[in-house]
T-cell receptor, first 115, second 114 residues
Framework: GDSVTQMEGPVTLSEEAFLTINCTYT??????LFWYVQYPGEGLQLLLK?????DKGSNKGFEATYRKETTSFHLEKGSVQVSDSAVYFC??????????????FGTGTRLQVTL | EAGVAQSPRYKIIEKRQSVAFWCNPI?????LYWYQQILGQGPKLLIQ????????DSQLPKDRFSAERLKGVDSTLKIQPAKLEDSAVYLC????????????FGPGTRLTVL
C-alpha cells in the first residue's frame, strides 16, 4: 500500500537558517503530494502541494519539488523564522480508485526555531 | 468563512467507558473525514463520508467505533467501549464535492483513556 517516510525530529534551527525536511514515498502510479503544517493548538493546514512530476509547490517561502525518479518531496525554506515552529507532515493522495481522496500521512517532523 | 468545528476539545475517560465526538464541517462541503492521530504518528483515516453515505471505512475498528452523518451535515464519532490504545487526537476534516479538492481540518479532540 501507499506509505510516506519523513525524517525524524525534532529539528532545531536558529532563525534565518536554511531548512530541509526530507520526505520519500511509496505509491503506484502518480500520486499527488502535500505538505501540511500543524501549529500548536491548531488543526492541520495545507502548506503546499504538487500534483505531477517536476511540479514545484510553494507557499510562505517554503518550496518542495515532486521528484518521481527519487520518489521524494523534500520541504525547503531559505530562511526560517521563529513563527515557523510547528509540526510538518508530508502526505500523498493516491492516483486512482474509489478512495482516491484518501490522504496517507508521514509521522510528522517537529521544527523548533530559536532566536 | 467559519472553519471545521469540533467538540469537545479534550476528553478524559476510563477504559470501558463510552465517548462521542462531534464535528460540524464547513458549510456546503459534501465530504467529511474522521482521522485518528496517535502521539508520534501521522493521522490515519478512520472513515470518509460523501454526503450521508460511507465511502471508506476500511480502517474503522467496527467492533467498538461507529460514526454517522445524518442529513449529510454534521457528524458524530463514537467509541464504545474505549481501550487504552484509543488515546489519540481525533481529527475531522471536510472538503467540497469532488475527489481531488483540498481537505480542511478542525482543531481535533484529544482523548485520554485511563
Amino acid at each position: 500500500g501507499d506509505s510516506v517516510t519523513q525524517m525524524e525530529g525534532p529539528v532545531t534551527l536558529s532563525e534565518e537558517a536554511f531548512l530541509t525536511i526530507n520526505c520519500t514515498y511509496t505509491a503506484t502510479g502518480y500520486p499527488s503530494l502535500f505538505w501540511y503544517v500543524q501549529y500548536p493548538g491548531e488543526g492541520l493546514q495545507l502548506l503546499l502541494k504538487a500534483t505531477k512530476a517536476d511540479d514545484k509547490g510553494s507557499n510562505k517561502g517554503f518550496e518542495a519539488t515532486y521528484r518521481k525518479e527519487t520518489t521524494s518531496f523534500h520541504l525547503e525554506k531559505g530562511s526560517v523564522q521563529v513563527s515557523d515552529s510547528a509540526v510538518y507532515f508530508c502526505a500523498l493522495r493516491g492516483a486512482s480508485g474509489g478512495t482516491a481522496s484518501k490522504l496517507t500521512f508521514g509521522t510528522g517532523t517537529r521544527l523548533q526555531v530559536t532566536l | 468563512e467559519a472553519g471545521v468545528a469540533q467538540s469537545p476539545r479534550y476528553k478524559i475517560i476510563e477504559k470501558r467507558q463510552s465517548v462521542a465526538f462531534w464535528c460540524n464541517p464547513i458549510s456546503g462541503h459534501a465530504t467529511l473525514y474522521w482521522y485518528q492521530q496517535i502521539l508520534g504518528q501521522g493521522p490515519k483515516l478512520l472513515i470518509q463520508f460523501q454526503n450521508n453515505g460511507v465511502v471508506d471505512d476500511s480502517q474503522l475498528p467496527k467492533d467498538r467505533f461507529s460514526a454517522e452523518r445524518l442529513k449529510g451535515v454534521d457528524s458524530t464519532l463514537k467509541i464504545q467501549p474505549a481501550k487504552l490504545e484509543d488515546s489519540a487526537v481525533y481529527l475531522c476534516a471536510s472538503s467540497p464535492e469532488g475527489t481531488y479538492n483540498e481537505q480542511f481540518f478542525g482543531p481535533g479532540t484529544r482523548l485520554t483513556v485511563l
